[in-house]
C-alpha cells in the first residue's frame, strides 16, 4: 500500500480520519467548549430536516450493558436555523463540515441538497438513510438497496459537495446496500448507523423508551460495527467510514485494519467530551510508533 | 465546564442506599443548582456517567449526595476513600441569587435535597429576609442529610410519607400549611416529579414565583444526547441538562407526567399482561 495516496471522502482531503458521529456531537459547537473542533477529520452535526422538529416524548435514552438505547426521534432545529444559526459558528471554528441531512423521500434528500449546495463552511453532505422506526424514509427507505441507490441519485443531481451515505445495519445484505449508494454516486458511505434494541423496566413492565423501541449503540455495538465495515469495504471501491462503539483509539485502528478509511466517534462523546480528540492523539502516537501512514492501516487485517 | 479527576476524600454510607460523598483535589467554581457528570474507572460498563446535583462546593471540595438507584449509583454509591472519579462540571442553570431580604422556601424530597441544601448554605449569610424549609420522603430513611439542613435553614419542616420523622403526609401537605400565610417571595422545589408538580401549582395558586430543578435522564449532562427532554407549552420540549436543570416552573407541562416513569404496575394476577401502553407516535431515533 502506498503512504502516498490522500485520505480523501470525493474531492475532499481530509486532514486526519477521525469524525464526529452524527448525533452525538450536537452541531459541533458544543464540543467546541472543550477541544477545537478544527483539529478533527470532520465534525458531522445532528441530522438536519426541512422542517425543526421536537422529537420524541421521553424518556429517550437508557443506559444497557456497554451501550446505550435512544429514540430522539431527530429532534433538530431545522435547516433555516442551521444555515442561520450553526454553520457560520462552525466555519468561524475552522470545522470541517459534513451536514448530516434526513430526508424521508429522494425528493426530500434533492430539495435538503440543493438548499446546501455552495454553502460557505460546508464541506460535504452524509446522507441519513438509515433512521430506525421512522414512519417514512428511515430503514424502508434505507434498507431497500433500490431506495437507497434513488435517494443518493436524487441529492447527487442537487449538489457537488462530497456525498456520504449512512447506511443500516439491519440488512443481510450490506454489500448490496454500499454499492446502491455508490451506483447513485455517494463518495463513500458510513457504516453504520444504530440497530433498533428494546428494553425493558422489570418493575413497571413498561418499556424504558417512550417511543417503545430504540436504536443502541456504544461499545456493545463495536463487534457489529467492525464486521459490516468489513464487509462493505469489500463490495465497493469507495471509502467505507466506520461508525459503531469506537471510544478509545484501539477501536480505530481496528475499524481501520477492518476496512474504513475513517472512523467517526459517537456514544463515546456522551462519556467523555473530549473523546474524539483522545482518539485521533492515540492513534496518531500509534501510527508513529510504528511508522505507517493512516492509509496503511486500511483493510491491513492479516486473513493468512 | 472543566473534566476533573477527583479523589474521595470522605465516604459517609447512609441507610437506604444513600450515602455522602466529599470529593477533592481540584478546585470548581459553582453555583446552587448546578450538577456534575460523575463516573468511576470502570471500564465499558455501566458506559454513562450520572448526574448529581451538587450539595456544596467549598474551595477544592464538593459533596455530592449519591442514592443507589441504578448500577451506575451503585457504584458510586459505594467508592471507597482514595478511589478517583471524572467529574464533569459544573453544568446547567442556577438558582437565581437571593435577593436581599427575599424570603424563600425550599421544598426538597428525598436525593432533591442535595441543591437546596448547598443554597441554603449559600444564602444563609446574606439572607436578612427569610429561609424556610419542607423536606419530605416515604420514610425517615429518605430524608438523607436532615441534620445538615437543619443547620442551614431556619424553619424546616420535615414529613414523612409513613410518619416515621416529623409529621406525617406529603411535602406538599407542608406546603400548602406554610403557604396558606403569604410571607414567601419565592418556592425552591427539588425532588420526585409528583412533588415538584404539587409544588408548582400550589405556588402558582398562591402567585409566588416557583422555580424547580429538573431531573431526567440523560446520556452527556451538556447537551448533546438530546435526551433529557421535558415538555413544554406549546408542545415542545426544553433540555435538563442545558435548559434547566433550574427552570421556572411555569416552563414545564407537569401534567405530562414524569419523564422518568415510576409508577408501580398493575399485580401481575390482576393482569396477566402489562397493558400495551397506547403507542405514541414513533418519530424515530437518531
Not at chain 1, 435547516?79 to 471554528?93: I, V
Not at chain 1, 433512521?131 to 434505507?142: D, H, I, T
Not at chain 1, 480505530?252 to 473530549?274: D, I
Not at chain 2, 441544601?117 to 449569610?125: C, G, Q, S
Request: aromatic share 4%; charged share 20%; with cysteine.
Amino acid at each position: 500500500m502506498s503512504g502516498e495516496r490522500k485520505l480523501a471522502i470525493g474531492a475532499l482531503a481530509l486532514r486526519n480520519p477521525v469524525l464526529t458521529a452524527s448525533g452525538t456531537c450536537g452541531y459541533g459547537l458544543e464540543l467546541a467548549r472543550y477541544f477545537d473542533i478544527a483539529m478533527l477529520g470532520g465534525v458531522c452535526t445532528k441530522g438536519v430536516s426541512l422542517e425543526p422538529r421536537a422529537g420524541n416524548p421521553p424518556p429517550r435514552v437508557c443506559e444497557t450493558p456497554a451501550g446505550m438505547l435512544n429514540a430522539i426521534g431527530l429532534a433538530n432545529v431545522g435547516l433555516e436555523a442551521f444555515l442561520a444559526e450553526k454553520l457560520p459558528k462552525l466555519q468561524a471554528a475552522g470545522a470541517t463540515v459534513f451536514a448530516n441531512v434526513l430526508g424521508t423521500t429522494p425528493a426530500e434528500f434533492e430539495r435538503l441538497a440543493r438548499k446546501l449546495d455552495g454553502r460557505p463552511g460546508l464541506h460535504a453532505l452524509e446522507l441519513n438513510l438509515s433512521c430506525p422506526n421512522v414512519k417514512e424514509g428511515g430503514l424502508r427507505l434505507g434498507t431497500d438497496p433500490g431506495r437507497v441507490r434513488e435517494a443518493v441519485a436524487a441529492a447527487r443531481g442537487a449538489t457537488k459537495l462530497p456525498l456520504v451515505a449512512k447506511l443500516s445495519p439491519e440488512t443481510h445484505d450490506i454489500g448490496a446496500l454500499a454499492r446502491a449508494a455508490a451506483d447513485g454516486g455517494a463518495d463513500a458511505v458510513s457504516v453504520m448507523n444504530t440497530i433498533r434494541g428494546l428494553a425493558i423496566d422489570v418493575r413497571t413492565r413498561r418499556p424504558r423508551l417512550g417511543n417503545v423501541m430504540g436504536g443502541l449503540s456504544g461499545p456493545a455495538i463495536r463487534p457489529l460495527a467492525v464486521r459490516l465495515v468489513f464487509e462493505a469495504s469489500r463490495a465497493v471501491s469507495i471509502p467505507v467510514i466506520g461508525v459503531g462503539g469506537v471510544a478509545r483509539w484501539e477501536d480505530a485502528v481496528e475499524m481501520m485494519l477492518a476496512g474504513a478509511t475513517a472512523v467517526q466517534v459517537g456514544t463515546a462523546s456522551f462519556v467523555h467530551p473530549r473523546a474524539p480528540l483522545d482518539v485521533l492523539v492515540g492513534l496518531d502516537a500509534y501510527c508513529k510508533e510504528q511508522q505507517l501512514a493512516y492509509h496503511d492501516l486500511v483493510g491491513a487485517v492479516c486473513l493468512d | 465546564m472543566r473534566i476533573l479527576s477527583l479523589h474521595v476524600l470522605h465516604r459517609k454510607a447512609l441507610p437506604g442506599g444513600y450515602a455522602v460523598l466529599r470529593l477533592g483535589g481540584e478546585p470548581l467554581e459553582a453555583e446552587p443548582g448546578q450538577f456534575v457528570m460523575v463516573r468511576g474507572d470502570w471500564g465499558f460498563s455501566p458506559l454513562l456517567p450520572r448526574p448529581f446535583s451538587l450539595a456544596l462546593v467549598e474551595g477544592n471540595e464538593l459533596t455530592l449526595l449519591v442514592k443507589a438507584v441504578g448500577e451506575g449509583s451503585r457504584r458510586l454509591a459505594a467508592v471507597q476513600r482514595g478511589d478517583t472519579l471524572t467529574v464533569h462540571g459544573p453544568l446547567g442553570t442556577a438558582f437565581r441569587k437571593p435577593e436581599r431580604g427575599e424570603r424563600l422556601l425550599l421544598v426538597g424530597g428525598g436525593v432533591g435535597i442535595a441543591p437546596l441544601l448547598f443554597l441554603a448554605r449559600v444564602a444563609k449569610p446574606s439572607r436578612g429576609g427569610g429561609l424556610a424549609a419542607i423536606y419530605g420522603g416515604r420514610t425517615r430513611r429518605d430524608l438523607p442529610m436532615a441534620a445538615e439542613l437543619a443547620a442551614a435553614a431556619e424553619n424546616v419542616t420535615f414529613i414523612t410519607e409513613d410518619g416515621s420523622a416529623g409529621e406525617k403526609g406529603l411535602a406538599s401537605d407542608a406546603m400548602q400549611a406554610l403557604l396558606a400565610r403569604p410571607r414567601f417571595d419565592r418556592v425552591v422545589a427539588c425532588g420526585p416529579w409528583s412533588m415538584m408538580a404539587a409544588a408548582a401549582k400550589l405556588a402558582a395558586d398562591k402567585g409566588v414565583p416557583c422555580e424547580v430543578s429538573l431531573e431526567a435522564m440523560m446520556a452527556c449532562g451538556y447537551g448533546i444526547c438530546l435526551g433529557c427532554a421535558v415538555p413544554t407549552p406549546g408542545g415542545g420540549y426544553l433540555y435538563a441538562c442545558s435548559d434547566g436543570p433550574v427552570v421556572d416552573a411555569g416552563r414545564v407541562v407537569w401534567e405530562a407526567g414524569d419523564v422518568e416513569p415510576v409508577a408501580s404496575a398493575k399485580p401481575m394476577r390482576e393482569k396477566r399482561r402489562a397493558a400495551p401502553r397506547k403507542a405514541r407516535k414513533p418519530e424515530g431515533t437518531s
